[in-house]
């Protein structure tokens, strides 16, 4: 089972792995490939609202792709 969470569930036999934030380049990158596999494609002009967007999300890579899974709604 995998489950992500910020908190430890504390089961026996449970592996953590702490994953870092991600830098805005790096989230705007992963933002775009999500975004696209559903088939919306951003405009070169919002890179900047982009930026802003990934830091908003605190660079956190599930908050990013939660956010481009809903890009063309």
Request: net charge negative; hydrophobic share 45%.
């Amino acid at each position: 089972v995998l489950v992500t969470s910020r908190e430890r569930l504390r089961l026996r036999d449970e592996i953590s792995w702490v994953i870092p934030p991600l830098q805005p380049e790096n989230g705007v990158s992963l933002y775009l490939v999500r975004a696209a596999a559903t088939g919306v494609e951003v405009d070169p002009g919002d890179m900047e609202e982009l930026k802003r967007l990934v830091e908003e999300l605190d660079g956190i890579p599930l908050a990013i792709e939660l956010a481009a899974a809903r890009a063309g709604e």
